[in-house]
């Protein structure tokens, strides 16, 4: 079985070898390639070798095209340089649509002002640090451990690192497939019947999907309720932010997105639709400069990716359907 699906991305990777064979790599980006691999520690079979340089080289290119441009936002190397965005897409995102259809949230909407931003990151000891899920497609247990960590450092103070490995092996009777996908609100639907997630400590991020080992001795943070956003209302999310926790929120992850490093986030190719979305993250604040609102955005890619983890994302168009599904814990403390 492992072998199978070895040799099918074997496969993939070779016949896109032969579609990239007319990229004539130049000695700057083959000298760029080499320190990046270095960086990266990565090693290569010779065969395998030639096809990542010319990706790193078209990606290179890539870069280079639209940081020229006049774009609100800048694109860099990182970790995912020498890969094309459909190996990307297989290994970090959700391979099918998840059931991301809060169409009417019980999250009520007030009238009162809001401030023009704000940012949980400088409130104090609110936001835990950025981690990286690896090659698996657990985004959203990152995204609902960020949520349900500042949840419970707003109304105790106390910062706790939570395990999303218990939610990727744990919590597939509501609707979550470990590295396949889930949704935050079905996480922390999840968090609340099982009545508790246990720590990093006692249950470490292992990356892959596994048998349950939940121990209910040892769970460390409760849920008491899920609030979730109606559908596509992003003035919501906006008043949650500013008066309550940050929020997770989905998306949908499009080829320009991957090769961001700073800036606010925007594009025109990814679409608005609950079906699209393929990625969970966490809004810990928002804000605007010149005259684009935005979102601030922790990601679970590690701290090398985007800026220092984190990504600003155009707010008030529900841009690549980030509105369509988004929900945060009330903590039991
Ligand atoms: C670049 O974009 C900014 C903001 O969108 C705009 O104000 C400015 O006029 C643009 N400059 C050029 C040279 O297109
Ligand atoms: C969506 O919900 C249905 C009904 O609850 C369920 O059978 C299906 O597995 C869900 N799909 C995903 C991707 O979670
Ligand atoms: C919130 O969303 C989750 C999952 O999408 C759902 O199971 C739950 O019933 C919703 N809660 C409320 C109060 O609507």
Known sequence: MW?????????????????????????????????????????????EYNYRLKTFANNWRKIHAHNQRNHTFKMGLNQFSDMTFAEIKRKYLWSEPQNCSATKGNY???????????????KGNFVSAVKNQGS??????????????????IASGKMLSLAEQ????????????????GLPS????????????????TYPYRGKDGHCKF?????????????????????AM????????????????????????????????CHKTPDKVNHAVLAVGYGEKDGIPYWIVKNSWGTNWGDKGYFLIERG????????CASYPIPQV
């Open 108 to 122: 009520l909407r007030g009238t009162g002002p809001l401030p023009p931003s704000m940012d949980w990151r400088k």
């Open 166 to 181: 218990q939610l990727v092996d744990c919590a597939q009777n509501f609707n979550n497939h470990g590295c396949e996908g």
């Open 186 to 201: 079905q996480a922390f639907e999840y968090i609340l019947y099982n009545k508790g997630i246990m720590g990093e400590d």
């Open 136 to 153: 698996c497609g657990s985004c959203w247990t990152f995204s609902t451990t960020g949520a349900l960590e500042s949840a419970v450092a």
């Open 215 to 235: 121990d209910p001795q040892k769970a460390i943070a409760f849920v008491k309720d899920v609030a979730n956003i109606t559908l596509n209302d992003e003035k």
């Open 317 to 324: 168009k529900n841009m690549c359907g980030l509105a369509a």
């Open 238 to 269: 906006v008043e949650a932010v500013a008066l309550y926790n940050p929020v997770s929120f989905a998306f949908e992850v499009t080829d320009d997105f991957m090769l961001y490093q700073k800036g606010i986030y925007s594009s025109t190719s």
């Open 3 to 47: 072998a199978a699906l070895w040799l099918l991305c074997a496969g993939a990777w070779l016949l896109s070898a032969r579609a990239t064979t007319e990229l004539t790599v130049n000695a700057i980006e083959k000298f760029h390639f080499k320190s990046w691999m270095t960086q990266h520690q990565k090693t290569y079979s010779s065969v």
